[in-house]
């Protein structure tokens, strides 16, 4: 069974950072693509960031230099850096995992306010 769990949200001043993860289970992760998505209240979830099996990256317009994808294989975790955050990043962030099937976490809220 797969499963995806996000942590690393929280409530973060505009300029500050966060580091999202994301733990993935049941799966054989190297051969995953891995994304990053976020929901906005009233918005569309949006990709954010992915994250190739081999390593490449590509990002949404909005975060594209102020946010880093990574990820450790050997830990089976994505990772999501998030710098000068402003609050129009405020969103719940979702993991994706993608490999022969589409999987999603529960999400993890990140608020963006003085």
């Known amino acids: 069974q797969v499963q995806l769990v996000e942590s690393g949200g929280g409530l973060v001043q505009p300029g500050g950072s966060l580091r999202l993860s994301c733990v993935a289970s049941?799966?054989?992760?190297?051969?995953?693509?891995m994304a990053w998505y976020r929901q906005a209240p009233g918005k569309q979830r949006e990709l954010v960031a992915l994250i190739s099996s081999g390593g490449s990256t590509n990002y949404g317009d909005s975060v594209k230099g102020r946010f880093t994808i990574s990820r450790d294989n050997a830990k089976n975790t994505v990772y999501l850096q998030m710098n000068n955050l402003k609050p129009e990043d405020t969103a719940v962030y979702y993991c994706?995992?993608?490999?022969?099937?589409?999987?999603w976490g529960q999400g993890t809220q990140v608020t963006v306010s003085s």
């Open positions: 049941g799966v054989i992760f190297r051969s995953y693509e």
């Open positions: 994706n995992g993608n490999y022969y099937g589409s999987y």
